[in-house]
């Protein structure tokens, strides 16, 4: 889990997943261990712990009336953790007897002896595997906490583990080990160039659909909302009158309201109402009232 992985000071980002250093890993689940038998005193219970977390064991355990033995709570712990740990004492036992079984352990392909250094600068592994001669592949499979073929030394110093004989040449190369091929593999820049003669620079055109502040609309599309509101407002309350007459009567008042405003200053001008309050007049005003009752 994440929040314990971060619980236990192991670094999990877009770049770096600590989780899979060997190493630190193996450090923070002892320590992980370690607390969790300080809770149960048990290491069948600490090993359900480590799979499906603590809450679990310990409703299981009140489930079954505070019971400590791990298979009295089995039935009552999730399906996973129920094979976690039979399959833990199997891996166990074969680790211990597999010449009685004739099993013959895998011998590693990746060197034995290595050696790890701290890398102060970004890297990537292209370059370390070309100047220090050793294949990418060993240089990955040795340094599984990095997502990709990046090692962030800049934000903070990195581990690098490499072949022993490997780590020399890095020791001995270092500086031209950062400035290889680093414009090439090494593309992330703290400033981006915009290349104006592909995407040349337009401040004016604006689409008005993404405004939402009325005020910074164009004109246009301000009566236009206006007109529409109005219409939407006057059917409402109007039901015997068409459209076409509504959409006209709107049109014609929007358009002598806006001459009107723009022959007075703007200081002397009023406030605009809103269709709400043309609606709420128009329903109000007994000319609308006789235009809209049934004869």
């Known amino acids: 889990?994440?929040?314990?992985?971060?619980?236990?000071?192991?670094?999990?980002?877009?770049?770096?997943?600590?989780?899979?250093?060997?190493?630190?890993?193996?450090?923070?689940?002892?320590?992980?261990?370690?607390?969790?038998?300080?809770?149960?005193?048990?290491?069948?219970?600490?090993?359900?712990?480590?799979?499906?977390?603590?809450?679990?064991?310990?409703?299981?355990?009140?489930?079954?009336?505070?019971?400590?033995?791990?298979?009295?709570?089995?039935?009552?712990?999730?399906?996973?953790?129920?094979?976690?740990?039979?399959?833990?004492?199997?891996?166990?036992?074969?680790?211990?007897?597999?010449?009685?079984?004739?099993?013959?352990?895998?011998?590693?392909?990746?060197?034995?002896?290595?050696?790890?250094?701290?890398?102060?600068?970004?890297?990537?592994?292209?370059?370390?595997?070309?100047?220090?001669?050793?294949?990418?592949?060993?240089?990955?499979?040795?340094?599984?906490?990095?997502?990709?073929?990046?090692?962030?030394?800049?934000?903070?110093?990195?581990?690098?583990?490499?072949?022993?004989?490997?780590?020399?040449?890095?020791?001995?190369?270092?500086?031209?080990v950062y400035n290889y091929r680093a414009d090439e593999l090494l593309t992330q820049r703290a400033e981006v160039e915009v290349d104006e003669t592909e995407a040349p620079r337009t401040t004016h055109t604006v689409a008005p659909a993404v405004q939402t502040d009325r005020r910074q609309r164009p004109p246009a599309t301000a009566r236009a909302e206006r007109r529409h509101a109005a219409t939407r407002a006057v059917r409402a309350t109007a039901g015997l009158m068409s459209a076409t007459t509504i959409a006209a009567t709107a049109r014609a008042a929007s358009v002598k309201d806006a001459t009107a405003r723009r022959q007075i200053p703007r200081e002397q001008r009023k406030p605009r109402k809103t269709p709400l309050q043309r609606s709420r007049k128009a329903t109000h005003s007994p000319t609308s009232l006789s235009a809209t009752t049934p004869q």
């Open 1 to 176: 889990m994440i929040t314990t992985a971060r619980r236990y000071d192991l670094k999990i980002n877009s770049l770096v997943d600590e989780r899979m250093d060997p190493y630190k890993a193996s450090w923070a689940a002892a320590k992980y261990l370690k607390d969790l038998y300080n809770i149960y005193g048990d290491w069948n219970l600490v090993l359900a712990a480590y799979n499906a977390g603590p809450q679990q064991v310990s409703k299981a355990i009140r489930r079954t009336g505070g019971e400590r033995d791990y298979w009295k709570i089995y039935r009552y712990l999730p399906n996973e953790t129920r094979g976690y740990v039979p399959a833990f004492i199997a891996a166990n036992y074969v680790m211990n007897y597999y010449c009685d079984h004739n099993i013959a352990p895998m011998k590693s392909r990746y060197p034995i002896l290595t050696d790890t250094v701290l890398v102060d600068r970004t890297l990537h592994m292209q370059q370390v595997a070309e100047l220090c001669k050793v294949d990418i592949e060993v240089v990955r499979a040795l340094n599984p906490q990095y997502k990709t073929d990046i090692i962030p030394g800049l934000s903070a110093l990195s581990s690098l583990t490499l072949p022993q004989d490997a780590t020399e040449r890095f020791i001995d190369l270092r500086d031209s």
